[in-house]
């Protein structure tokens, strides 16, 4: 089952995010774990015979479509992926230039 | 007069502000009390948008329960974003996208929306807490705020593939065909984990401390007072209407709840730091309405969330500044603050024995009459656990407040603006106020949230 | 510990997730959809579509019938932009961006701004026909984006005129709210069509749906440009 394939990746994703202690290493965790949950977005659309949701010249009636729903909510919910990434990504910028390290164990500071 | 003009004026203003950063904290203000005129103009019910009936369109629900929330939000950030102002200009643009992404929350009947909603206030919310200057603070957050939203999502899209509809109304009649329970407990847990990040619920909370426990004036009342209440509210329509805990899954999600009061209220008892008690005085609140949403007490979990709200902005807003002033925000060191502050001193007072519940207070008001309905529902345990609770929150509040009022040797002194002042004392007004007259309180009941009634009227 | 701990935790979610859909009956099979059960079906409908007059049904979906989720959804890309600018402090100087590792010649320079110009029309194509076929505001967005950042690590010298960017970024943004509330004015709900659907298949078909994809194309395309340059030159930080 290719569902189950995204859903591993989405665990993936959250193993990364708990045992990493590196920030980048936990925006690309977060990353994964969002790929793995857009898979399996679209795959609840699929259908077997079904074709792309557009309608061309060619087009009559009794076509059978895949679901065009889930590919607009991933769209949407690529591009927030991408804003909360560039953000991440942003303070982890700032995070070195304060510390001069990307490991949450070297930061002088506690935490 | 249409409801959208609550969400898509602060967009506008928001898109607009980055053109003239001088007008932006105008633009805010103007906003605000633009929200807070027209929503008296409004009349209740749907409104589509786009022209497409539901379930093919978005569409918003303005109803008692929304319009309390949605006074309280604008209300709230009109007051913050006052305050502030002068000292945190940029983060105007921000707060105008926040009380957006809020009232967009609020108003929404798509769950796929509400995600949305739920990312635009949670990126405000991240970016509000960046003026703490932590930044290892504000990634912990942004990380577990994401991976949250990803939970809510993953729980929206199964139930989407399930029933095939992504607007809440349509979806509870389709559940309600249905009706098998055993199907749902994956895509409620997911999303329950998604709302329970942002809703500081045990155990996904591990974010509050930080990003609390460092906060100013701006991040302090904005992410304990405004988000807490709102999310407050989401998380009470989605127990109330949609969630269906029933058997063993009953049992752990009022367990949690139970250990979630517990925790906080210990770790509050055991902390020395003023913005470490509120933080996690406001945890075990969190708890606590969930609690009541739970057990399907919807007016006076209301209550609770706007009486606390109400005193929480003004708890932060009071230590926070003292805390800038003074450096520290251990209890020691900021003994006798308010010798010198009587009118500040009295109204903090009057806020905290009312979050105790104290009589003549709303708190008391609230918890006498949720405790009343508890004893109804026959749930005792949680009757005794509330009651210990309050003791433990009692002790350490008493304890506190004697020692912001003794002063030591050396006499330290926090100056408050007058607006300071003004905000302090007519919010201990108005707890003052409905904890006495509690007539207009009464004039509702349970059903103000009417989700439930037009799911049953087709 | 940790790790094995997290591995817990990472397999039971994983187990708990798919035991549940597997023993669901109401979750699909893959592939094994039913789409008359969904609200999916009214999408595909025939007079729907005459109404929309979007060729491309995601299109239609995204733009159109949830239309306020994509607001939303621009809404999120401009406060993490702004976030960015805001992390990063201030307005940007001039000479602080960051060195390439090499000195960029003659050859790359021009050869990238070549290049430049096809991605740009390229891109300008995409965010055109977003309503007739794949694509549409944000992938043309992304790739007015793309080709800025070529040109930022092909030439040392480089900067993008980033006030332009706020400004176009601003008025695109409001622009797509002001549209909205006309159709509160001239028709009865936000963001309602109030121009006429046209003929299914022409460019100039869908009413108010290509003028807000090249809206959406450009406040993406400014948004991503303004994240990179903000990426690339070196302010005070937070």
Same mark, same amino acid.
């Given at each position: 089952?290719?569902?189950?394939?995204?859903?591993?990746l989405?665990?993936f994703g959250i193993y990364?995010l708990l045992?990493n202690?590196?920030?980048i290493?936990?925006?690309?965790?977060?990353n994964i774990m969002e790929v793995g949950l857009?898979?399996?977005i679209?795959?609840?659309?699929?259908s077997y015979?079904g074709?792309a949701p557009i309608i061309?010249?060619a087009s009559?009636?009794?076509l059978i479509?895949v679901?065009?729903l889930?590919?607009?909510?991933v769209?949407t919910?690529?591009?927030i992926g991408?804003g909360t990434?560039?953000l991440a990504?942003a303070?982890?910028?700032?995070i070195?230039?304060?510390y001069?390290t990307f490991?949450?164990d070297?930061?002088e500071?506690?935490? | 007069?249409?409801p959208i003009?609550?969400?898509a004026?602060?967009l506008l203003a928001?898109f607009?502000?980055?053109l003239?950063?001088?007008?932006a904290p105008y633009?805010?203000?103007?906003?605000g009390?633009?929200?807070?005129?027209?929503?008296?103009? /409004?009349?209740?019910?749907f409104?589509i948008i786009?022209?497409?009936?539901?379930?093919l369109?978005?569409?918003?629900?303005?109803?008692t329960y929304s319009?309390? @929330? +949605?006074?309280?939000?604008?209300?709230?950030?009109?007051?913050?974003?006052?305050?502030?102002?002068?000292?945190y200009?940029?983060?105007?643009?921000?707060l105008?996208?926040a009380?957006?992404?809020l009232?967009? +929350?609020?108003?929404?009947n798509d769950l796929?929306?509400?995600?949305v909603f739920l990312?635009?206030?949670?990126?405000?919310a991240?970016?509000i807490?960046?003026?703490?200057?932590k930044?290892?603070?504000?990634f912990?957050y942004?990380?577990?705020?994401?991976v949250?939203?990803?939970?809510? +999502?993953?729980?929206v899209?199964i139930?989407?593939s399930?029933?095939?509809?992504?607007?809440?109304?349509d979806m509870?009649?389709?559940?309600q065909i249905t009706?098998?329970y055993?199907e749902l407990?994956?895509?409620?847990?997911?999303?329950?984990i998604g709302?329970?990040?942002?809703?500081?619920?045990?155990p996904?909370?591990s974010?509050v401390?930080? #990003?609390?426990?460092?906060?100013?004036?701006l991040s302090g009342?904005?992410?304990?007072?405004v988000?807490? @209440?709102?999310?407050?509210f989401?998380?009470?329509?989605y127990?109330?209407?949609?969630?269906m805990?029933?058997?063993n899954l009953?049992?752990?999600?009022i @367990?949690?709840?139970?250990?979630?009061? +517990?925790?906080?209220e210990?770790?509050a008892?055991?902390s020395t730091?003023v913005?470490e008690?509120?933080?996690f005085?406001s945890i075990?609140q969190?708890?606590?309405?969930?609690l009541l949403?739970?057990?399907?007490?919807v007016?006076?979990?209301?209550y609770y969330?706007?009486a606390?709200a109400? %005193?929480?902005?003004?708890?932060?807003l009071v230590?926070n500044?003292?805390t800038?002033?003074?450096? %520290?925000?251990?209890i020691?060191?900021l003994?006798?603050?308010?010798?010198?502050n009587?009118?500040?001193?009295?109204a903090?007072?009057?806020?905290t024995?009312?979050?105790?519940?104290l009589?003549?207070l #709303?708190?008391?008001v609230?918890?006498?009459?949720?405790?009343?309905?508890?004893?109804?529902?026959?749930?005792?345990?949680?009757?005794i656990?509330?009651?210990v609770?309050s003791?433990v929150e009692? /002790?350490?509040?008493?304890r506190?407040?004697?020692?912001?009022?003794y002063p030591e040797?050396?006499?330290i002194?926090?100056k408050y603006?007058?607006?300071f002042?003004?905000?302090f004392?007519?919010?201990?007004?108005?707890l003052?106020t409905f904890?006495?007259?509690?007539?207009?309180?009464?004039?509702?009941?349970?059903t103000i949230d009417t989700?439930?009634?037009v799911v049953d009227n087709? | 510990?940790k790790n094995?701990?997290? !591995?817990?935790?990472?397999?039971l979610?994983?187990v708990?997730?798919?035991?549940?859909?597997?023993?669901s009956?109401?979750?699909?099979?893959f592939?094994?959809?039913?789409?008359?059960?969904?609200?999916s079906d009214?999408?595909?409908?025939?007079?729907n579509?005459d109404?929309v007059?979007s060729?491309?049904i995601?299109t239609?979906?995204?733009?159109?019938?949830?239309g306020?989720?994509t607001l939303g959804?621009?809404t999120?890309?401009?406060?993490?932009?702004l976030?960015?600018? !805001?992390?990063?402090g201030?307005v940007p100087?001039?000479?602080?961006?960051?060195d390439?590792?090499?000195?960029?010649n003659?050859m790359?320079k021009t050869?990238?701004k070549?290049?430049?110009g096809?991605?740009?029309?390229?891109?300008?194509?995409i965010i055109?026909?977003g309503?007739?076929?794949p694509?549409g505001?944000f992938?043309?967005?992304a790739m007015?984006?793309?080709?800025?950042?070529?040109?930022y690590?092909?030439?040392?010298?480089?900067r993008? $005129?980033?006030?332009?960017?706020?400004?176009?970024?601003?008025?695109?943004?409001?622009?797509?709210?002001?549209?909205g509330?006309?159709g509160?004015?001239?028709a009865?709900?936000?963001?309602? $069509?109030?121009?006429?659907?046209?003929?299914?298949?022409e460019?100039l078909?869908?009413?108010?749906?290509p003028?807000i994809y090249v809206?959406?194309?450009?406040?993406?395309g400014?948004e991503?440009s303004?994240?990179?340059? $903000?990426?690339?030159?070196e302010g005070e930080?937070?």
């Amino acid at each position: 089952m290719i569902q189950y394939a995204a859903i591993i990746l989405f665990v993936f994703g959250i193993y990364g995010l708990l045992t990493n202690r590196n920030i980048i290493k936990m925006i690309i965790s977060l990353n994964i774990m969002e790929v793995g949950l857009f898979i399996f977005i679209i795959s609840i659309g699929f259908s077997y015979d079904g074709i792309a949701p557009i309608i061309t010249s060619a087009s009559g009636s009794g076509l059978i479509y895949v679901d065009p729903l889930p590919q607009a909510l991933v769209l949407t919910a690529i591009v927030i992926g991408v804003g909360t990434t560039a953000l991440a990504l942003a303070i982890a910028k700032s995070i070195h230039n304060k510390y001069n390290t990307f490991n949450l164990d070297e930061m002088e500071e506690e935490l | 007069m249409s409801p959208i003009l609550l969400v898509a004026v602060p967009l506008l203003a928001a898109f607009l502000s980055i053109l003239s950063k001088k007008l932006a904290p105008y633009l805010l203000l103007a906003v605000g009390v633009f929200n807070l005129v027209i929503l008296f103009f /409004i009349p209740l019910g749907f409104e589509i948008i786009g022209g497409f009936n539901q379930p093919l369109g978005i569409n918003l629900l303005l109803d008692t329960y929304s319009k309390i @929330a +949605l006074i309280l939000i604008n209300v709230l950030i009109i007051v913050i974003a006052f305050l502030n102002i002068g000292k945190y200009n940029k983060f105007s643009s921000i707060l105008l996208l926040a009380m957006g992404g809020l009232n967009g +929350l609020v108003l929404t009947n798509d769950l796929f929306n509400l995600f949305v909603f739920l990312e635009i206030s949670g990126i405000a919310a991240y970016l509000i807490t960046s003026s703490n200057k932590k930044p290892v603070k504000t990634f912990h957050y942004l990380i577990l705020g994401a991976v949250g939203s990803s939970l809510f +999502l993953f729980g929206v899209v199964i139930l989407y593939s399930m029933f095939g509809t992504l607007n809440m109304v349509d979806m509870i009649q389709k559940i309600q065909i249905t009706n098998n329970y055993k199907e749902l407990i994956l895509p409620f847990t997911l999303m329950f984990i998604g709302l329970g990040v942002e809703a500081k619920l045990l155990p996904f909370n591990s974010w509050v401390k930080g #990003v609390l426990g460092k906060s100013n004036t701006l991040s302090g009342p904005m992410i304990g007072g405004v988000y807490a @209440a709102a999310i407050g509210f989401v998380l009470g329509r989605y127990i109330n209407n949609l969630f269906m805990f029933e058997g063993n899954l009953l049992i752990v999600v009022i @367990a949690l709840l139970a250990l979630g009061i +517990l925790v906080g209220e210990a770790m509050a008892f055991s902390s020395t730091k003023v913005r470490e008690i509120l933080l996690f005085s406001s945890i075990a609140q969190a708890s606590i309405v969930a609690l009541l949403f739970v057990n399907g007490i919807v007016l006076w979990a209301v209550y609770y969330i706007v009486a606390a709200a109400l %005193s929480k902005t003004v708890l932060f807003l009071v230590i926070n500044k003292a805390t800038k002033e003074v450096g %520290s925000d251990e209890i020691s060191k900021l003994k006798g603050l308010f010798s010198n502050n009587l009118v500040v001193g009295v109204a903090f007072t009057l806020v905290t024995l009312s979050v105790m519940g104290l009589p003549l207070l #709303v708190g008391f008001v609230v918890k006498l009459n949720f405790l009343t309905e508890l004893a109804v529902n026959n749930q005792i345990w949680l009757i005794i656990l509330i009651l210990v609770a309050s003791v433990v929150e009692g /002790i350490y509040f008493v304890r506190m407040l004697v020692k912001l009022w003794y002063p030591e040797d050396n006499v330290i002194s926090v100056k408050y603006n007058l607006s300071f002042k003004v905000v302090f004392v007519v919010i201990a007004l108005i707890l003052l106020t409905f904890g006495t007259y509690t007539a207009p309180l009464k004039n509702y009941d349970n059903t103000i949230d009417t989700i439930q009634e037009v799911v049953d009227n087709g | 510990m940790k790790n094995i701990l997290g !591995l817990f935790v990472a397999l039971l979610l994983g187990v708990f997730i798919i035991l549940a859909l597997d023993t669901s009956a109401s979750f699909p099979e893959f592939g094994d959809i039913d789409l008359t059960e969904r609200v999916s079906d009214e999408y595909l409908d025939g007079n729907n579509i005459d109404d929309v007059g979007s060729a491309n049904i995601v299109t239609a979906i995204v733009v159109g019938y949830r239309g306020f989720d994509t607001l939303g959804e621009v809404t999120v890309l401009f406060i993490s932009a702004l976030g960015v600018a !805001l992390v990063f402090g201030g307005v940007p100087n001039k000479q602080n961006r960051l060195d390439l590792k090499f000195k960029p010649n003659f050859m790359l320079k021009t050869g990238s701004k070549i290049i430049f110009g096809f991605i740009l029309v390229t891109s300008l194509y995409i965010i055109f026909h977003g309503h007739l076929s794949p694509g549409g505001g944000f992938p043309g967005g992304a790739m007015i984006a793309s080709a800025i950042l070529l040109l930022y690590l092909s030439d040392d010298k480089f900067r993008s $005129n980033v006030k332009g960017f706020k400004l176009l970024e601003g008025i695109a943004g409001s622009l797509f709210v002001i549209i909205g509330l006309l159709g509160l004015v001239f028709a009865t709900y936000f963001l309602q $069509n109030f121009l006429p659907a046209g003929t299914v298949g022409e460019i100039l078909s869908a009413g108010i749906i290509p003028i807000i994809y090249v809206l959406i194309g450009l406040k993406v395309g400014s948004e991503i440009s303004g994240i990179v340059d $903000n990426f690339l030159t070196e302010g005070e930080s937070v």
